[in-house]
Each structure stands twice: as C-alpha cells, then as structure tokens.
C-alpha cells in the first residue's frame, strides 16, 4: 500500500537550484531509511543520497556532496531533496525510495530499498 509520488523535476540552468519533493503514504517516515537515486539515458541507476534519523545516518555520492541535501519531514510525510549548483551531469531521472532498514546506517544500494516512486526528470542545460 506504500506509494511514493515525486514532483519539482524541470528544466533549469547550470549553477541553479531545484528542490525535489516524495510524498509518501506511510505512517511515519521513522520506520524507513530515505534514498534518493537517479538514472540516465542508457547508465545504471546510481545512489545519491540517504537519510535514517532512527539511526542517526547520512551518506552522498562523492558527485553531489556539498551541493545536494536530502531531508524528511514526518509531520509533512515529504521526503526532499534540494539540489543547487547543478551541472549538467546532474541531467536523470530521479527516484526517491524507502527502506525498511531504518535502524542501522543508511545505504546507496538500490537493492535494499522496498518502495520506489515515479521518478521525475531534471535537465540541467544552457
């Protein structure tokens, strides 16, 4: 019954900001790990970020650390991910998704992850 809906994808400039939003129909994001991926034309889905309060964990990719910022707010049962100084190798698709193992640190791995949304695209272009 969990589903998660992305929205905010679009089209923005180098260097601009965009701020991705995942509803989720859970109870409380508490009993889940946060994962953001994103997935080119052709390329394999690749880990962005992760967040897990219960176990006090957070992890970027090496592409995005200091420029992306992921967050959840229980209250709002949004899951965000703002993304600034954009480059055009930041252009996917890009999924928010859930995992069930929210007690240990969080991961990147696609395949611990139990729910996924949509997806939404981001092109980063002059």
């Known amino acids: 019954q969990v589903q998660l809906v992305e929205s905010g994808g679009g089209l923005v400039q180098p260097g601009g900001p965009l701020r991705l939003s995942c509803g989720a129909s859970v109870g409380s994001l508490n009993y889940y790990a946060i994962g953001w991926f994103r997935q080119a034309p052709g390329k394999e889905r690749e880990g962005v970020s992760c967040l897990s309060r219960s176990a006090g964990s957070i992890n970027y990719a090496d592409s995005v650390k200091g420029r992306f910022t992921v967050s959840g707010d229980n209250a709002k049962k949004t899951v965000y991910l703002q993304m600034n100084s954009l480059k055009p190798e930041d252009t996917a698709v890009y999924y928010c998704?859930?995992?069930?193992?929210?007690?240990?640190?969080?991961?990147?791995?696609?395949?611990?992850?139990?729910?996924w949304g949509q997806g939404t695209q981001v092109t980063v272009s002059s």
């Open positions: 998704a859930l995992s069930r193992v929210y007690v240990s640190p969080c991961s990147t791995w696609p395949y611990e992850y139990d729910y």
